[in-house]
């Protein structure tokens, strides 16, 4: 089956520990994207990549750091330095970002991190 | 600054009864997309309207975008249990330099039985 996936499902870090979460895509698509989502809250960004190699800082990237090595593979690693990181994390992908603009993403079930 | 702010923060309904939602925001925008999230999971797109679009359908869902007032509409006609969710809209940027794609906090849809 076609799909992203995003893994663990629950994950708890100890303060002062850096934790990286997995997100990986079978849909062929350029782009993928990480964002943060608090309880009743939006989507937040914190990176996306358009292309292998290379990714850019979304609006709350600080504390988070990314690597896009494989077109299949966007993990996105909370370091220490991030204050609050107890919340929800969603990867999602899309075909690209392109002359059209930002196009549907596609998401995956979402990693559920607690500091404890 | 935030784009995309959903209208009325929550809303519930009857099943059978039409549910409207709104989305407003702040700049320019190249297209404006609703998805809809249940609880705990994923984000899953409903549709996608560009800025030369004014109304979009998509089986019960109808979509409306007035540029001029930067706001857009959602409309769930003969609404069903499975329809609560949450619900977003997103912006994305009329350029892809200087600004991203900006959810809304979202309007959670309750339906009743």
């Known amino acids: 089956d076609g799909g992203i996936t995003q893994s663990p499902k629950y994950l708890f870090r100890k303060e002062g520990q850096n934790v990286t979460l997995s997100c990986e895509q079978n849909l062929n698509h350029d782009a993928m994207y990480w964002y943060r989502q608090d309880p009743g809250q939006g989507l937040r960004l914190i990176y996306y990549s358009q292309i292998v190699n290379d990714f850019q800082k979304g609006d709350i990237a600080e504390g988070y750091s990314v690597s896009r090595e494989k077109k299949e593979s966007f993990p996105l690693t909370v370091t220490s330095a991030q204050k609050n990181p107890t919340a929800f994390y969603l990867c999602a992908s899309s075909i690209g970002i392109g002359d059209r603009g930002w196009n549907e993403q596609f998401f995956g079930p979402g990693t559920r991190l607690t500091v404890l | 600054s935030q784009q995309g702010e959903e209208d009325p923060q929550a809303l519930s309904i009857q099943e059978g009864e039409n549910a409207t939602m709104n989305c407003s925001y702040k700049?320019?925008?190249?297209?404006l997309q609703w998805y809809r999230q249940n609880s705990g999971r994923g984000l899953v797109h409903l549709i996608l309207?560009?800025?030369?679009?004014r109304e979009k359908h998509s089986g019960r869902l109808r979509v409306t975008l007035d540029t001029s007032k930067k706001s857009s509409s959602l409309l769930i006609t003969a609404s069903r249990a499975a329809d609560t969710a949450s619900y977003f809209c997103a912006t994305a940027p009329r350029d892809n330099y200087g600004q991203n794609f900006v959810f809304g906090p979202g309007t959670r849809l309750s339906v009743l039985p």
């Open positions: 700049t320019s925008i190249n297209n």
């Open positions: 309207i560009r800025s030369n679009e």
